[in-house]
Every structure is written in structure tokens, then in C-alpha cells.
């Protein structure tokens, strides 16, 4: 632990003395949550958490900037037992390095070069094409990891954008770059509709006899679209090549979904607007977001309906669920949000798994029945 404080000082130092003073945000969370468990008798895990995401920026000149972001938690209950942090008397704490890079950018280009993230697609719940940072719509909250790498960009015009890119495998002690990742992506927008296509290519995970053995690495392809009509309407899809798998509809992974807002039809204190949002996933059985490849999903058909009913310009209520359509089991959200003041606000989830069986069934001796958090955010 001592050395981790020592490593985020350093850091500061050498931001200061380098580049200037910097500038500072980030934000403060402080989290109650408990989880109460299908077991006779009932039982309850509670956690008691504060989290700091510190955010850095220093500008070199007039082409450059530094960037910088550090996770502070310190935790007692559950999560400081699973998260398997550095423990001490009354709480456990832990400091993540979350962002570190340069930025060099000039009127038609921009250079990313470290620790940064890296995100594809216009996916709003599931996000085939965003596969360097896999999303988990039952985590909403999580932060995307960010990849270490480096990422070129040109602007051919105001409304295009031209990206190349090469992040370092997922396996950080691989020697051999076995996994490493590049590709190209293109997007293009107008008032009314954006539309982004990406290509990547994977290197094989085994060490090559030949030079001819780097076709069997991994080929992505991708496309995504976003449009603004009478209803928001978003797409996403990826396809993986995997010379070692079948190809064909398995290897696809692919969303779409609208959301459409009412508001009043005369000015109401308690009705500022109404949200109504869905989105649907086919992940194929040797996609990008299958069990068996890495991800999360074992079945094949989603679904993920969601309404947000904003009562005032400071409070909302919203409600949503995720839903394996071949099983029916399914897991529902309930969320309020308050505005307590500018950059204060509370947030309090309750989740429930209601299905005995079924991908979101409570069928292992450890699964959860419900999980409810409160969470205060400071932001500055």
C-alpha cells in the first residue's frame, strides 16, 4: 500500500515539475450497498465504501496534454473480501492507475499514446463493437477499462474522422505480444445520422512457426449507426473471424434499439418528460460476446426495456430489467435520482432476481435474491 502511495505522489511531482501546474477533477462516491441471498435462513452481505476517481490534465505547449486518473477506494464488508484488497484494521483500501497518456492533436490530427480508453460503436445498452471494453448492463455504473496502446486520428472535415490504432494484448505478461490488437476505424456524421465502421485484426495466441502462420490470427469487422428521426434508432454489429471456429450467424453479435421521449402537453411541475427505451441483442454462439469466447452471455436472444420518468428538472424515477428471452428468467431495476444541489446527487438502485431458474434464476447456493445500494456523488 505504502508503495502505491508513493507511486501516485511521484507521479504528481513530475506532473508539476514537467508540465505545470495541473488541473484537477474527478468524482467522490460513498456507497452503502447490501445483497440478501436465497438461503434458509435469509442472510444479508452489506458493504460500507468511498471511492475517489481523480482525474489530471496538464497542457505541454499549445500541441500537447498530459492525462492522468487514479481510483482511491477504501472499503469494509463484502467487496473488500472479494476484491481482495490491501486490508487493515476497520477498512481495506486500494489505489487503481485507471488513465495515464499524451495527447498530441493539431488542426486534422490527434495522437493518443499510454493508458487511455479506447471506445467503438454508438451501442447504448450492449456494445458489440466497443470489444476492447466489454459493457455489462447488470454494472451500468463500472467504469471502462482502458487499454495501453497508442491511436492516430485524422479529420479529413469537420464531420469525418479517420482512426488507426494498436493496443497491447489482454494478457499483460505475454512477452510475444500473442493477442495484441490493430485495426482501423471510419465515422461520419450529420445532423441527423452517424454511421462508424471498424476493422481489427487480432495476432495468434500461440507463437507462429512461419511468417504464413499470422493468417490464423483473429479478423473483426464492424458497423455501427445512429440516427435521430421521430425516435432516437442505434445499431451495432460485430463479426469474428476465428479460423479456428465455425463461421457464419454465430460468429455475429449485433444490438439495435429506440428510445423516444414525451414531454407535457402543458407546462407541469411534476412532469418534465417521459423516456421510453429498448434494446435487443443476438449473441451468436462464437460472437465477441459469448460465454465461451470471454464474455458474459450463454444464451443467444436479449432484450433490455427501460422507461425513465423525469418528475422535475432534479428527480427522476426509472425502471428496467434484462431479459433472456429462450429461458424468460429475467432481472429487474428499480432507480431513483435526486439532485441535491450542483454537483451533488443521490442515487439509490434496488435489483431483483425473481426467477428460480434460468441464466438470471437464483439457482447456485450463492446467488443473490437482490442487491440495493444508495450512493452519494460529489463531483467538482
Known amino acids: 500500500m505504502k508503495k502505491n502511495y508513493c507511486a501516485v505522489f511521484i507521479m504528481m511531482i513530475i506532473n508539476v ?6 488541473s484537477f477533477s474527478g468524482v467522490l462516491d460513498s456507497t452503502f450497498s447490501a445483497r440478501l441471498w436465497d438461503k434458509e435462513p435469509a ?9 475517489l476517481n481523480l482525474r489530471m490534465q496538464a497542457k505541454i505547449g499549445s500541441l500537447a496534454a498530459f492525462y492522468s486518473a487514479f481510483n482511491f477506494i477504501a472499503s469494509a464488508g463484502e467487496n473488500a473480501a472479494l476484491l481482495g484488497l490491501n486490508t487493515g484494521a476497520n477498512f481495506a483500501a486500494a489505489i487503481e492507475l485507471e488513465r495515464l497518456y499524451l495527447r498530441f492533436t493539431t488542426e486534422h490530427t490527434g495522437l493518443d499514446i499510454g493508458l487511455f480508453r479506447q471506445a467503438f460503436g454508438y451501442g447504448q445498452i450492449w ?7 466489454s459493457r455489462n448492463p447488470l454494472l451500468p455504473d463500472a467504469r471502462p477499462r482502458a487499454i495501453l496502446g497508442a491511436a492516430y486520428a485524422v479529420f479529413p472535415g469537420d464531420t469525418s474522422k479517420i482512426l488507426a490504432f494498436v493496443s497491447a494484448p489482454k494478457d499483460p505478461v505475454n512477452a510475444q505480444w500473442n493477442g495484441a490488437f490493430t485495426g482501423i476505424a471510419t465515422e461520419k456524421h450529420s445532423d441527423k445520422f452517424s454511421i462508424q465502421a471498424l476493422y481489427s485484426y487480432e495476432t495468434p495466441h500461440s507463437l507462429p512457426q512461419s511468417a504464413v502462420d499470422y493468417t490464423a490470427g483473429i479478423h473483426r469487422g464492424g458497423l455501427s449507426l445512429k440516427a435521430d428521426v421521430v425516435a432516437g434508432i442505434f445499431a451495432d454489429a460485430l463479426y469474428k473471424l476465428n479460423p479456428h471456429k465455425p463461421s457464419g450467424l454465430d460468429s455475429f453479435a449485433v444490438s439495435c434499439g429506440a428510445d423516444y421521449s414525451f414531454g407535457p402537453r402543458e407546462p407541469n411541475i411534476w412532469f418534465q418528460s417521459l423516456i421510453v427505451m429498448t434494446s435487443y ?8 460476446m459469448a460465454f465461451n469466447e470471454g464474455g458474459i ?3 443467444e436472444h436479449y432484450l433490455y426495456p427501460s422507461v425513465q420518468y423525469n418528475m422535475t428538472n432534479y428527480t427522476s424515477l426509472s425502471a428496467a430489467a434484462i431479459i433472456a428471452l429462450e429461458d424468460g428468467s429475467f432481472a429487474p431495476v428499480l432507480s431513483f435520482q435526486q439532485s441535491i444541489a450542483q454537483g451533488l446527487d443521490l442515487t439509490v438502485n434496488a435489483q431483483f432476481y425473481p426467477c428460480q431458474t ?7 447456493v450463492f446467488t443473490q435474491a437482490a442487491a440495493l445500494s444508495a450512493k452519494l456523488s460529489a463531483r467538482f
Open 17 to 22: 515539475t514537467l508540465f505545470g501546474a495541473p
Open 43 to 51: 442472510q444479508g452481505t452489506f458493504t460500507l465504501e468511498e471511492y
Open 127 to 133: 456494445g458489440p463493437m466497443d470489444f476492447l471494453n
Open 281 to 288: 441483442l443476438y449473441s451468436g454462439a462464437n460472437s465477441e
Open 297 to 299: 452471455y450463454r444464451q
Open 358 to 364: 434460468g441464466e438470471f434464476g437464483r439457482t447456485g
